[in-house]
Each structure stands twice: as C-alpha cells, then as structure tokens.
C-alpha cells in the first residue's frame, strides 16, 4: 500500500507542472497579443499630441512628442463640426446594434424552437457566416450552445 501512495503522489507532480507551463506559455502569448492590439490606438492617441511636421517627419520616429499641442483637439472641435459626426455615429451604431439584437433573437427563436426543412442546413450556413465574420465573439458561444443542446438530447 505504500508504494501505491507513493506512485499516486508523485505521479501528480508532472501533469500539474506542465499545466503550469502551458498557462504560463498561454499568458505570454495573450501578453504579446495584446501589446500587439494595443500599439495602434496607442501610436494614434500619442501622435494627435504631435504636431504634423513631428508625425510625418523622416528619420527616428518617437513615441512621446517632443512638444505636446492640443491644437488637433482644438482643430476638431472647432472648425469641424465633431458634435454632429459624433450625434451620426451614435444614431447609426444605435439603429444597427438595435436591428441585429431583434433580428438575432428573432432568428434564434426559430432555430431553437421550430423544426421546419432545411433548419439545419440554415444553421450551419449561419454558423460559417459567423466564421468568417466575427470568429472570435460568436462561434464559441454557438459552439457551447450546440454542446448544452446535444447533452440534454
């Protein structure tokens, strides 16, 4: 009985080092990934402080301005009229956010509850839509979805 335990102890300490090891691998890969998402709104939020000759400028390019200037600021609020481009893009990001929740849980209502020909043609050629569109947001949840359906089945 002992040896047993012994085998059971020690043969624990592996598996959990390499799930150690492959979070960690995991985190950095996640890290780098994010660094490499953020770097252009952050190149675009340092470089509105720059003064147009400093962005465009040829040679070694810095991520801080030499001279900060809010005159971009002033520019756009001013002379442009930023509060309507705002008012138009709330309104448009609001009418479209809005048509697809309905039209979504419309659809979704269908799939999930009526069995009419074709239904799971229809559901896999909206689920490849999805790949091609926006992978990352909606397969996983109808990936997890389908997987909750076929345990109750």
């Known amino acids: 009985m002992v040896r047993n335990e012994i085998k059971t102890r020690f043969s624990y300490s592996k598996p959990k080092m390499v799930k150690a090891l492959n979070l960690v691998l995991i985190l950095i890969l996640l890290a780098g ?13 340092l470089g509105s402080f720059k003064a147009e000759s400093e962005m465009f400028a040829e040679g070694a390019i810095t991520w801080l301005p030499q001279q900060w200037i809010l005159d971009n600021y002033r520019h756009a609020f001013k002379e442009l009229d930023f509060p309507i481009y705002f008012r138009n893009t709330i309104i448009y990001a609001g009418v479209v956010a809005f048509l697809q929740i309905v039209l979504s849980s419309l659809g979704g209502y269908a799939y999930a509850r009526l069995r009419f020909p074709g239904r799971d043609f229809f559901i896999h050629v909206s689920s490849r839509h999805n790949d091609d569109s926006v992978p990352l947001q909606n397969n996983p949840c109808f990936y997890y979805a389908q997987k909750l359906a076929a345990r109750r089945r």
């Open 33 to 45: 990934l994010g660094i490499v998402m953020v770097f252009p709104f952050a190149w675009m939020v």
